[in-house]
């Protein structure tokens, strides 16, 4: 198969991430990277073996030897260079959160045509325990689905990071704070156990900014959720509850769990220190009661795929992208939701 000519717009953190990866495979020509600051440009370009450097996101956009690009910025910079890379006609793996409202993923839907658009957010699908667990559920093990939850609260570290990100607590630049940094992994992650077969109908939700004692771990005038927590309806009488919080007060917990009327399994999408991580199914057995059983724990299957594995075989075989627009779309509708139950104070529908 012939390697994607790629190019990667963005060289921060996350944006060297890619970089790193596009360098050590076979299935990617990384052709050119591109950076506003000259010298992460050069840095990356230099220690990943790009080929070109650019100074803007429009040089290497309009490069024709690119097929692909990747967009790794923040959202606000992020969604107007998605629209030029998919005007110009190239296909596109775009950062999570895929964009910062519903408009804007509706417009890159009808700008893509016939190009692959892949998302970052299902980073932890790609992985053993998802896969074990989607297979699980495929069973009908857990009878009738009633309640998927995941809460993710982290303990505020001793002390702050002395340079924190100016965009992680931002509306303007990021579209949210912890909900749209972490929760579109978890939601991604859930959704595809369950084979996106949940459909959102109403959102009832509250969030937080950093509590006062913590506001040194965030920019001043942040005006981004540190905390949130959501109550989603769901067709077929599903509940979906949602919850995660950074540098908050609470000893850190975590859990992804999905109970249905007989069993309900335990999930590990990150693993937590001095805990197993493993996927456990708990059944209810006449005469015996509730019954756990590892399905899966560290060390059996994994997986070799990635977003960038997936992205390539998309557009070099025609095959499915892991989390593609309109699904993202689903999960941005869920977000949306929440913003705005949460400014006007009571439920509001999904549609």
């Not at 692909?68 to 998605?82: E, F, G, K, N, Y």
């Not at 959501?230 to 077929?236: L, N, V």
Request: a negative charge.
């Amino acid at each position: 198969m012939e390697p994607v000519k790629l190019g990667i717009i963005g060289c921060g953190v996350i944006g060297t991430s890619h970089a790193s990866e596009a360098s050590k495979s076979p299935l990617v020509d990384l052709v050119a990277v591109a950076d506003l600051i000259k010298e992460r440009a050069d840095g990356n370009g230099e220690k990943f073996g790009a080929s070109t450097i650019y100074y803007n996101d429009t040089d290497l956009i309009n490069d024709d030897r690119i097929e692909a690009v990747t967009l790794a910025m923040p959202v606000w910079d992020r969604t107007p260079v998605a629209f030029k890379a998919l005007e110009k006609g190239k296909h596109v793996i775009i950062e999570k959160p895929a964009a910062a409202n519903c408009g804007d993923i509706e417009k890159m839907i009808n700008l893509r045509g016939d190009k692959v658009v892949a998302c970052c957010s299902p980073r932890m699908a790609f992985t053993g325990h998802a896969e074990a667990a989607r297979k699980c559920v495929a069973t009908g093990v857990l009878g009738k689905i009633r309640s998927v939850r995941f809460r993710i609260v982290l303990s505020a570290a001793p002390n702050p990071n002395p340079n924190p990100p100016p965009w992680r607590q931002s509306m303007k630049l990021n579209g949210g704070g912890i909900l749209v940094n972490w929760s579109c992994y978890d939601l991604n992650y859930m959704m595809h156990i369950l084979d996106w077969q949940l459909k959102p109908q109403a959102v009832m939700a509250r969030w937080w900014p950093v509590g006062d004692k913590m506001s040194k771990y965030v920019i001043p005038n942040s005006d981004a959720d540190s905390h949130y927590t959501a109550f989603i309806t769901c067709e077929d009488g599903v509940v979906l509850t949602m919850e995660r919080g950074e540098f908050t007060s609470a000893t850190t917990d975590q859990a992804w769990e999905i109970i249905g009327s007989d069993a309900t399994l335990h999930l590990p999408m990150k693993a937590q220190k001095g805990k197993p991580n493993a996927v456990i199914l708990d059944k209810f057995i006449p005469g015996e009661g509730v019954v756990s059983e590892t399905i899966w724990e560290e060390g059996d299957s994994t997986s070799d795929n990635s977003v960038l594995k997936n992205f390539v075989y998309a557009v070099r075989e025609g095959k499915k992208v892991e989390t593609s627009l309109e699904q993202a779309l689903v999960m941005q509708k869920i977000t949306d939701g929440i913003y705005e139950s949460n400014r006007i104070g009571q439920s509001v529908a999904i549609a």
